[in-house]
């Protein structure tokens, strides 16, 4: 509309009031010298004039004081002086309005809020149907008892008509508008978490909502609100360093090269070819897609003939949008769209499939319990199944939101219907995990263990072995990443089931080495060196006066009396299957020993290289301790 932009509205105001020598004495402009170029004097001149490398909010600031003391005016009446002054020249632009009246007149019923940090009242003037909100959130309009019904147009720093000249412009007005506006800093953060946003004719340099995307952007990431679009509209061309910055730092969609009003007509082919879409829908079909979606379930039969109907009528692309509509609209119908959307879906054309493609990422990216009955159809219905394997990123897509879905859950009984879900998901794609295999790892542990948790505490008492019957479609080699998710020592008896749940499909010599290596080897050797540690604490210090060394650095524990040493030696780690241990007096000592039998299937143990036979680790502790009293009386005798 001609109007200036901020840099161009400062060299008006500065040129009218003559204040651009006063202006070159500060310390605003980074001015060359005569020793830095021979051309200095024609540099200076362009970067004072074209004010470039200027902070523009501490420009402003040194406007504003140098009108307070010459003038006795500051720069909030002279920048609405200026606005004023152009908005009396609109009879020029009378077309140019009518188009952009004319297109909001169309589109507006799609809109709630516009945020402008804009100070004229050009949006005012071309939208009818709009409230103005002053940054203290009072409506200026007269009517405000009506703002619910009307579009809401935040001005946020203010407007030419304010009666208290509130326009922010200087650093000094940015840091107030933080500091004592926070109610409406708020309130904006709320409308960008809850809607998709467009930026359109802005540069993004405005630093409060730049601040305020930076905190929009972080609960995005943190929620893992992965579908909210923000997009960016500009005339001109935007450079890929810019692009990159601002689609990586803000995660901003960039549309370039487009010219606002031709952006809004777009908008309007749009918005009327989805009108005349859904009257078609409406008249003629919908009948058909309530049917699909019905509550009272349809016999396979009767649901194919309806599918059969609608694709002779070649209606598949209003009925599939009548079905979504209803998705997103209608939270409490979703298990059935669900149902109705991607059976026709993977029964049409691959046109009908590609023209849909963002809508069938729209439902798949809605992350609640309508995943579980689209687990459910897929590994029923053959022809949905073959669709999502065909098309990989769907799938994958399904298994994003399945796992985020599931790693947020916090009813008890829920626990086992996403474990069962997500086992469904695995043996429904054999396996196919994509880049997702250790998000699928961790959420599946995480079910896994709260629903035995239930068990312990009465909620059900039936999930594991529910679960149980469906581990066996993971592979071993995915069970035993699973198993590297419990600690390595000190599981809990609760921990120990779920091990054994994990591993009972396996052919047993498989069952054995992972049991030996996650539940008896840890196990075994905590409870044979807790109980030598006890014994030897009471045979040597308490019964015979030795003194207990702390220096444990290699492991060793040390019993002291003159100049007698005995020595227990634990093995360093668990990662060799055979676990020695030694007690040493001079050249004497005991070893024992315990490994597995993969053989036999059975854990041996060893004592001074004789093996024995025991029923239980009970009993073999109870022989080795034995034979370390014998012994070591024998060594102290001497």
Not at 340 to 349: E, T
Not at 487 to 512: G, H, M, S, W
Not at 594 to 616: A, H
Request: a negative charge.
């Amino acid at each position: 509309m001609g109007y200036p932009g901020w840099g161009e509205l400062l060299k008006q105001i500065i040129s009218e009031n003559n204040l651009l020598e006063k202006i070159k004495m500060s310390s605003l402009f980074y001015l060359v010298s005569e020793k830095e170029d021979s051309d200095y004097k024609k540099i200076n001149e362009l970067m004072l004039e074209n004010l470039i490398g200027v902070d523009f909010l501490r420009l402003a600031g040194y406007v504003d004081i140098l009108l307070k003391q010459t003038n006795d005016n500051d720069i909030q009446t002279e920048i609405i002086k200026k606005i004023t002054q152009y908005e009396r020249k609109r009879v020029a632009y009378t077309d140019r309005y009518n188009e952009y009246k004319d297109v909001f007149k169309k589109i507006t019923p799609y809109i709630s809020e516009i945020i402008t940090t804009n100070y004229d009242t050009n949006l005012e003037y071309c939208i009818e149907n709009i409230s103005v909100i002053h940054r203290n959130l009072r409506s200026v309009n007269k009517d405000y008892g009506r703002i619910k019904d009307r579009i809401k147009l935040y001005k946020i720093h203010g407007c030419i008509t304010d009666n208290n000249n509130g326009i922010v412009i200087t650093e000094k007005n940015y840091q107030e508008f933080n500091y004592s506006n926070r109610y409406i800093f708020n309130k904006l953060y709320s409308i960008f978490i809850e809607n998709n946003i467009v930026f359109i004719g802005y540069s993004l340099s405005d630093p409060n909502i730049r601040s305020l995307l930076n905190e929009v952007i972080e609960e995005i990431k943190s929620k893992q609100f992965e579908k909210k679009k923000i997009y960016w509209i500009n005339r001109d061309e935007i450079n890929e360093v810019d692009r990159n910055f601002y689609e990586n730092i803000y995660s901003i969609q960039i549309i370039d090269k487009l010219e606002i009003l031709d952006f809004y007509k777009h908008i309007v082919r749009l918005v009327q070819s989805k009108w005349n879409d859904m009257n078609t829908v409406e008249l003629e079909l919908e009948t058909a897609a309530n049917d699909l979606m019905a509550e009272t379930p349809l016999s396979e039969v009767e649901y194919l003939d309806i599918i059969d109907k609608i694709q002779q009528l070649n209606k598949t692309d209003q009925v599939l949008l009548h079905i979504y509509n209803k998705f997103i609209t209608d939270d409490g119908l979703r298990k059935e769209a669900d149902k109705a959307f991607f059976m026709l879906l993977a029964r049409s054309h691959s046109d009908i499939q590609l023209k849909f493609e963002s809508k069938t990422q729209d439902i798949l990216g809605v992350e609640d319990n309508h995943l579980l009955t689209l687990i459910d159809l897929i590994r029923d219905d053959l022809e949905v199944k073959s669709f999502f394997i065909a098309n990989k990123h769907y799938s994958h897509q399904l298994l994003e939101s399945l796992i985020s879905r599931a790693n947020n859950i916090n009813d008890f009984y829920l626990y086992q219907i996403y474990t069962i879900a997500l086992l469904d998901y695995y043996e429904i794609f054999e396996g196919e995990l994509g880049n997702k295999r250790s998000d699928f790892i961790k959420s599946f542990c995480g079910n896994y263990k709260y629903l035995t948790d239930t068990k312990e505490l009465g909620y059900s008492w039936k999930s594991l072995s529910d679960v149980k019957g469906k581990i066996s479609v993971l592979d071993t080699g995915i069970i035993e990443e699973i198993l590297n998710e419990y600690p390595k020592e000190n599981k809990t008896q609760i921990q120990i089931e779920q091990i054994y749940a994990l591993v009972d499909n396996l052919d047993k010599p498989k069952r054995f080495n992972l049991l030996y290596k996650h539940v008896w080897e840890p196990e075994f050797s905590l409870r044979i060196e807790r109980n030598i540690y006890i014994l030897l604490n009471k045979l040597l210090v308490k019964n015979n006066g030795f003194e207990y060394d702390w220096n444990t650095s290699d492991e060793k524990y040390t019993y002291k009396k003159d100049i007698d040493l005995i020595e227990f030696d634990c093995p360093n780690s668990y990662d060799n299957e055979t676990k020695i241990y030694r007690i040493k007096y001079n050249e004497k000592e005991i070893i024992f020993k315990f490994y597995p039998d993969y053989n036999e299937m059975k854990v041996v143990y060893e004592i001074d290289d004789d093996k024995v036979s025991v029923r239980s680790l009970k009993s073999f502790i109870d022989m080795l301790q034995e034979k370390i009293k014998e012994d070591l009386a024998q060594w102290l005798r001497k």
